[in-house]
């Protein structure tokens, strides 16, 4: 009996020396696989280097939100628009082809993309294209973003065009764009064109803002009888505000 309960007590010990290695190579294992805590709070794990080993293949920034934003039948039209600008004979078939297709937002998109891309022209065609579909409705912002893209672009020819346009549809602009028209017409030499567009800023539902005055104080400084009248109404709308008046020698008087 002894015997045989000191065989039972040998093999379980025999069994036990057996399994401890077994658990020492494991944890020994568990411990390399896992990262210290000291590499993930380094600073190397934070570094782009490291995360561009996971990067997914799709561009970064602007560009694709860009695409997001306009559709590929959209992005085909700009792209066949600018292909055939100077010929008129296929530009009139592409518009029949492609552009009378698109639907009303990817006629907007297109009209946005060319303003951005300031292919002016193409945007003012596109424009009066949309002019003559069903669903069009008088929106002072499409007329706002492409009457701010010619002036930039100094097409102020276009820009009269579309501003008397806009008057017939009973329309006003907002101040940033009777600023941005205000300077164009300046820049180009045209100060009676920037005068009408200042009665109309006068006229507008929406109080002026002092921006567009300073402007026309600026540019009509060769004006002395323009200026002077700009001088009274910005004096009466703004009268905590200040004037800088220039030497005489500036305006031209003698």
């Not at 561009?52 to 934003?69: E, F, T």
């Not at 559709?71 to 292909?83: C, D, H, N, P, Y």
């Not at 921006?211 to 540019?219: A, H, N």
């Amino acid at each position: 009996m002894a015997g045989r309960s000191f065989s039972k007590v040998w093999k379980i010990c025999d069994f036990g020396s057996l399994l401890v290695p077994h658990f020492t190579r494991t944890t020994k294992l568990i411990k390399h696989a896992s990262p210290p805590l000291s590499f993930l709070q380094s600073n190397s794990f934070k570094t782009p280097s490291f995360w561009r080993l996971y990067h997914d293949g799709r561009p970064r920034g602007p560009l694709w939100k860009g695409k997001k934003l306009i559709g590929k039948e959209a992005l085909f039209v700009v792209l066949g628009l600018k292909r055939f600008k100077d010929d008129q004979d296929k530009l009139q078939k592409f518009i029949k082809s492609h552009v009378l297709r698109l639907l009303k937002m990817d006629m907007i998109a297109v009209l946005t993309e060319l303003e951005r891309q300031e292919q002016v022209s193409l945007a003012l065609m596109m424009f009066k294209v949309m002019q003559k579909q069903d669903w069009y409705k008088p929106d002072t912002y499409l007329y706002k973003d492409l009457i701010i893209a010619l002036a930039r672009s100094k097409k102020m020819e276009e820009v009269s065009y579309l501003w008397e346009s806009m008057r017939k549809e009973n329309l006003f602009p907002d101040s940033q764009t009777f600023t941005e028209v205000i300077r164009g017409f300046l820049n180009y030499g045209s100060p009676a064109d920037a005068m009408d567009v200042y009665e109309d800023m006068k006229n507008s539902p929406d109080p002026p803002d002092e921006l567009p005055f300073r402007i026309l104080l600026k540019g009509l400084l060769p004006h002395p009888l323009l200026r002077n009248k700009v001088k009274q109404d910005f004096e009466e709308i703004f009268p905590d505000s200040s004037i800088y008046d220039p030497p005489q020698e500036i305006f031209g008087a003698r």
